[in-house]
């Protein structure tokens, strides 16, 4: 069974870093036809996608995020981390890690993390 576990502080500075890890087990983070991605949702918002990283290494972002976002991943550890510099209270959501089928424009996400709520305040 794929599971997907979430670490990391849930409460972040405003001009800070939030920095979430995704620990993967059941599956390897190498494997081809998976991506991995983090996703988030605002307090009465709809869903949105902040990056991802490919079995490759291949990471692609959120254009309007891309500038303050890092994903990167530690194959040994199965594990993938996502980097978030200068948050402003705005950006409190919950965050998800995700595994997404590579399948084009059909592909889904299979697997979700708990989630972590993120606040961001000082």
């Known amino acids: 069974q794929v599971q997907l576990q979430e670490s990391g502080p849930g409460l972040v500075k405003p001009s800070q870093t939030l920095s979430l890890t995704c620990t993967v087990s059941?599956?390897?983070?190498?494997?081809?036809?998976?991506?991995w991605s983090w996703i988030r949702q605002p307090p009465g918002k709809g869903l949105e996608w902040v990056g991802s990283?490919?079995?490759?290494?291949?990471?692609d972002h959120n254009a309007s995020l891309k500038s303050r976002t890092s994903i990167s991943r530690n194959t040994s550890k199965v594990q993938f981390t996502l980097q978030l510099s200068s948050v402003t209270p705005e950006e409190a959501a919950g965050y998800y890690c995700?595994?997404?089928?590579?399948?084009?424009?059909?592909?889904?996400?299979?697997?979700w993390s708990q989630g972590t709520q993120v606040t961001v305040s000082s």
């Open positions: 059941g599956a390897s983070i190498t494997t081809s036809s998976y991506h």
């Open positions: 990283i490919t079995s490759s290494g291949t990471t």
């Open positions: 995700t595994r997404r089928r590579d399948s084009g424009a059909s592909g889904f996400f299979d697997y």
